[in-house]
């Protein structure tokens, strides 16, 4: 009798363990390839769902909280190999004579003068030209609506705009590259 | 949807070619910028460059010293290798090699008016000589233009400009599609200008254009005669 | 019938649409270089040139350069002669409240201005512009890929849910 007893429990146990490992399947249960599962109750399925979207929901929202981390820049990071031996990396101070100093208080001057004139001349360029422009605008308007409507679209077409600035010397005409190759080694991350 | 008016709707497209080659800097930015680079290297940290270099020099002195103590200096060559000395002096060749092959420090100077590729460092624009379609007949120097035609928008007319006045396939963008700015004539009407860049060998159709030219901006405005019609497009033109 | 006797208006006020222009909706302004010096004071000045057009300046930051390394072979062999790295910087400037017309006005000022070496770049905003700025989340993505699957009627079979 209590052997069997004893056999019921086990019995119980390994269907209840059983009964778990099954349930534990779920997770990874979203592939299409398993097998069907049986028909579960309409109300017990509601359920289920509702727990398994709020949970997964909940774990979504919290790790968007931490991630976001901006690709780190080299340029504004602390080059730390280079910095284990900044003892040796300090030059000797210079002195500076008074004339020394006085002629780079005036360069600096001069060129803070001399932006702020081209500033001065971009920001009436900027006046003139939406002058102009509206001038152009309105006068097109009064002739004809249908070209003033066109003419004030967004021209989408002409974006993305790449533009190159001017470069040192002239191009080479004749130029014979070197044999060599370009090896793309930006930090890439799946 | 014909403009019913007593204007007709001229676009002129201002063809311009960006600098090619930085401009000279001024005075006053070449000496800031020397005294700046200066005043940065002083106050800057000796990279690992450098670090080589104040190395080697002292391992030459030592070698130097062990010579004339008249001691073994296979093992001290060993350690020093390549100097920096030695690889500057290489790169030095390798830069004269390279600029005797192509001069390309040099800008060449093109004094043909029709070269696009003239005046490298500076903006360009097209002025040209129009018929309108007359024979004999040469408008004075002026920007391209051409009659709207009706069912066209003015970025259609621009483009179509282009098509007329170049006979090669011009690799160009026209900038939006509003015009930039607004000149009234007795005849020929309002002029709507844009503006375009373009990058490329530079033929012109003859059948329109009897002249052409690619001007600085301060060589527009000795070239072009009309005072109002300047002022029109003076905005397209600074530099 | 605008003003105070316009029934409409008495509990709402009225939002009068300034727009003079359509406009583009978000504009993201990228240069890119190999010293990111002057490339930092031009982006000063794409946002100070911005602010006098009546832009919206909506963000001004830094992407991670991308590197590259050049190497030049021996003639007529594999060997490599010299190789150099070198990067290419990245800083891009966000607008809203672009007026159409005057973006063309915008970028030919800038095309004047623009420094030795740079090229700019001016497109319309994507999400993709955004996401690039970050390190992908393998993780999160999963998860998200999870939630979306709980749609999928067959997913949803499977479980025994339908």
């Known amino acids: 009798m209590n052997t069997l007893t004893n056999l019921t429990s086990r019995l119980c146990v390994t269907a209840s363990t059983s009964y778990r490992a099954f349930h534990q399947t779920i997770p990874s249960a979203s592939s299409v390839f398993m097998k069907r599962q049986k028909k579960i109750d309409p109300e017990v399925a509601k359920q289920r769902e509702a727990r398994r979207r709020k949970r997964l929901e909940k774990e979504i929202r919290q790790m968007q909280k931490h991630s976001k981390k901006p690709k780190p820049m080299d340029e504004m990071t602390l080059d730390v190999k280079s910095a284990k031996n900044i003892g040796e990396r300090r030059r000797p101070p210079t002195e500076l004579s008074i004339d020394q100093i006085d002629e780079r208080a005036v360069a600096m001057k001069d060129y803070t003068r001399s932006r702020n004139a081209l500033q001065k001349l971009d920001d009436a360029w900027i006046r003139s030209a939406l002058a102009a422009q509206n001038k152009a605008l309105k006068e097109l308007k009064a002739i004809s609506p249908e070209l003033y409507e066109e003419a004030v679209k967004p021209a989408t077409g002409n974006l993305p705009l790449t533009i190159q600035g001017p470069s040192l010397t002239p191009p080479i005409k004749k130029y014979e590259s070197p044999d060599g190759d370009y090896v793309d080694t930006t930090r890439q991350w799946s | ?239 | 019938m605008a003003g105070e006797k316009d029934p409409t208006l008495l509990y709402e006020p009225k939002f009068v649409d300034t727009r003079e222009f359509p406009e583009y909706p978000t504009i993201n302004v990228r240069v890119q270089g190999f010293d990111f010096v002057p490339l930092e004071k031009f982006q000063a000045f794409i946002d100070r040139t911005a602010r006098r057009f009546n832009f919206e300046v909506v963000d001004s930051y830094a992407v991670a350069s991308q590197t590259h390394r050049a190497l030049t072979y021996k003639p007529h062999s594999t060997v490599v002669e010299a190789e150099m790295d070198f990067a290419v910087y990245d800083r891009v400037v966000r607008l809203r409240a672009v007026p159409a017309p005057r973006l063309a006005l915008f970028t030919q000022l800038l095309h004047t201005h623009l420094p030795v070496g740079v090229t700019l770049t001016v497109k319309e905003h994507e999400k993709a512009d955004e996401d690039y700025r970050y390190i992908p989340d393998g993780l999160l993505k999963q998860k998200q890929e999870e939630l979306k699957a709980l749609d999928d009627p067959n997913v949803r079979r499977n479980l025994g849910w339908e």
């Open chain 2, 1 to 239: 949807m014909a403009v019913m008016s007593k204007w007709d709707i001229v676009a002129s497209v201002i063809l311009s070619r960006a600098p090619i080659v930085a401009p000279q800097m001024q005075e006053v930015e070449r000496r800031f910028q020397t005294l700046q680079l200066e005043e940065e290297a002083e106050k800057s940290l000796l990279n690992d460059y450098e670090l080589k270099s104040k190395n080697d020099q002292k391992m030459l002195e030592r070698r130097a010293a062990l010579e004339r103590e008249g001691k073994e200096l296979s093992e001290l060559d060993e350690q020093i290798g390549l100097t920096n000395a030695v690889r500057e002096d290489e790169w030095a060749r390798a830069a004269q090699r390279f600029e005797n092959q192509y001069k390309f420090s040099q800008i060449p100077q093109i004094s043909d008016l029709r070269s696009v590729e003239r005046q490298m460092d500076r903006k360009l624009v097209l002025i040209v000589k129009q018929t309108f379609g007359q024979k004999g007949y040469k408008s004075p120097w002026i920007l391209p233009q051409i009659q709207h035609r009706s069912g066209e928008t003015l970025r259609q007319t621009a483009e179509r400009c282009i098509g007329e006045v170049s006979k090669n396939d011009l690799n160009f963008t026209i900038a939006g599609n509003a015009p930039i700015a607004v000149h009234s004539q007795k005849y020929p009407a309002p002029i709507q200008k844009k503006t375009a860049q373009n990058t490329s060998d530079f033929a012109v159709s003859h059948e329109h254009v009897a002249d052409f030219q690619w001007v600085t901006p301060d060589e527009f405005r000795s070239t072009v005669n009309d005072k109002r019609y300047k002022a029109a497009v003076s905005c397209a033109l600074s530099e």
